[in-house]
Nanobody, 126 residues
Framework: QVQLVESGGGLVQAGGSVRLSCAAS????????MGWFRQAPGKEREFVAA????????YYADSVKGRFTISRDNAKNTVYLQMNSLKPEDTAVYYC???????????????????WGQGTQVTVSS
């Protein structure tokens, strides 16, 4: 079992920045990849960013590329999402998700993940 707790969300003005954190506990050594997804009201959850824990290879949705950065702190078992140049359309609940099976062909898809957190709200005002 892996428990994930997101934090760092809040209200921010357009153009501002926010850093989200996702603290992992439990069988964290089994977490091979981590992803961030988001869900806006009335929309499906969509991919934002992901990375393999060991190799550090990162993936981003086109809509956030160049503005968001995913990173990790192995010692703290924490994954971060630095979000810059925020836009009102970035408003959503942001979830982190963990892949513990150790393999996957497309980290942009939710079926590659086994656990997810409760989410943290990010609201960007215009």
């Amino acid at each position: 079992q892996v428990q994930l707790v997101e934090s760092g969300g809040g209200l921010v003005q357009a153009g501002g920045s926010v850093r989200l954190s996702c603290a992992a506990s439990g069988r964290t050594r089994s977490s091979y990849a981590m992803g961030w997804f988001r869900q806006a009201p009335g929309k499906e959850r969509e991919f934002v960013a992901a990375m393999w824990w060991s190799g550090g290879v990162t993936y981003y949705a086109d809509s956030v590329k160049g503005r968001f950065t995913i990173s990790r702190d192995n010692a703290k078992n924490t994954v971060y999402l630095q979000m810059n140049s925020l836009k009102p359309e970035d408003t959503a609940v942001y979830y982190c998700e963990a892949n513990v099976k150790g393999w996957g062909t497309n980290l942009r898809e939710r079926y590659e993940y086994d656990y997810w957190g409760q989410g943290t709200q990010v609201t960007v005002s215009s």
